[in-house]
């Protein structure tokens, strides 16, 4: 029985290297030629073996090298991943470090245990870096909301005329043409009133520059009051000069 064991167990070792069977393994124990042995087609049995261990071969080294390469990809990305920030970095530094040892290795079940550490590692720095993206989207939306209202009130101070508070030549030349324009679509009229003070020069010239600045201010408020509506709009011009834009007025009710 021990005999017969050991020639098993040898046969079997010389099918799985698919080596030929040399003189000895094809004689019983008492030296005589078998003929089970000897009447099996030998060649038959080593290519058939040859070709499972080939296939169990490239099966190993399909699925562990495409282990291997995913494994090389996510370092790469946990290394992307831990230069986003000083926190990440530090955490995610020794699973790097670990995931390529595991994939320089032979070991599956280390790969997978650095792989789910890894996990682990990324799931938490993602969570820490939403955070602060979150944080600092906010900051920003704070920051932007200050810088639109200072936008807001400096176009509004760049359109005011500073003595009158009127709106200034620039912005009535800008006004001008969007009321044209929506005059025409909508075809309703629109009205342009230039007001010119009589003699202002006089009024400098005997009074000076200080009286004259309140005749000006004292015309303006005039005209703000004769145009209160929302759609009016109106202008100082220039020195003495002002503007007044009316929609949906024609020129019989301007008389």
Known sequence: TETFRERCEALARRV????PLDEDSKK????????????RNWKVIRHFVTERRRA????VDDHVGGLKVAIWDLVAGLQTLASGGQKAHSSIERSVVALEKAAAGDSIEDLK??????????????EEQRQALE??????????????????????????????QLH??????????????????????????????????????????PVGDKVIVASANCIALTFPRKGDF??????EEFAVLLTDVDDNQTK
Not at 16 to 19: C, D, E, I, P
Not at 113 to 126: D, P, T
Not at 170 to 199: K, W, Y
């Open 135 to 164: 944080s600092e989207m906010a900051a920003l939306g704070d920051k932007l909301a200050e810088m639109r209202a200072e936008l807001t009130s400096a176009r509004r101070e760049m359109s005011l005329d500073a003595l009158t």
């Open 16 to 19: 799985l290297v698919a080596a």
């Open 28 to 39: 019983d124990s008492e030296g005589n030629g078998t003929a089970p042995v000897l009447g």
């Open 234 to 239: 109106a202008a100082r011009y220039g020195g």
């Open 113 to 126: 245990a650095a792989v789910g550490a890894a996990a682990g590692q990324i799931k938490g720095a993602l």
């Open 168 to 209: 200034n030549r620039g912005a009535f030349d800008e006004a001008l043409g969007r009321f044209v324009q929506l005059a025409t679509l909508g075809a309703q009229p629109l009205t342009l009133l230039m007001v010119d003070l009589d003699h202002f020069k006089f009024v400098n010239d005997q009074y000076g520059h």
């Open 56 to 59: 169990e071969v490239a099966h």
